[in-house]
């Protein structure tokens, strides 16, 4: 298995979208991990207390562990991971829009998470689409 980590043959193209929105959640939560101060300025969102950044830290800790799964899965060409993925993504933009108007989460970041799900899940989605009509490359 640790072979197909590092040489993905056979991986199809719904599998490959999950692997690189891996990258990009893993980026993305590097990012919020080791410099929240980055986000709250490129996001425009107030200044943060320390607990916030902490927060924001520890979500940043958990994105790119979340990253680190898709990358996994992705390479693994794990078809019930992909599957899965189709099922869960669509549901952040309503879970965001509930965070915020609860103002838990500020407007901006929830916007930022739920377009980045909301794009991966359409790329995905498509790709799954190809996959089945023209079958995996």
């Known amino acids: 298995m640790f072979q197909r980590l590092v040489r993905a043959e056979g991986q199809s193209r719904a599998a490959r979208t999950v692997e690189y929105f891996g990258f ?3 980026t ?7 410099d929240p101060w980055l986000s709250v300025a490129l996001l425009h ?11 924001l830290r520890l979500v940043g800790l958990l994105v790119s562990g979340l990253g680190m799964l898709y990358i996994v899965s ?3 060409n794990a ?10 993504r669509p549901m952040v933009p309503g879970v965001m829009a509930v ?9 901006p970041l929830a916007l930022a ?3 980045t799900d909301f794009s991966g899940f359409l790329w995905t989605f498509y790709a799954w689409r190809a996959d089945e009509r023209l079958g995996s490359d």
Request: charge should be negative.
């Open 113 to 115: 998470f739920a377009i």
């Open 74 to 76: 992705g390479r693994l």
């Open 24 to 26: 990009v959640d893993f």
């Open 28 to 34: 993305l939560g590097l990012l919020l991990l080791l």
């Open 99 to 107: 965070l915020w108007y609860e103002d838990i989460l500020p407007g």
């Open 45 to 55: 969102i107030p200044l943060l207390t320390t607990q916030g950044q902490n927060y």
């Open 79 to 88: 078809q019930g991971f992909v599957f899965a993925s189709l099922l869960d």
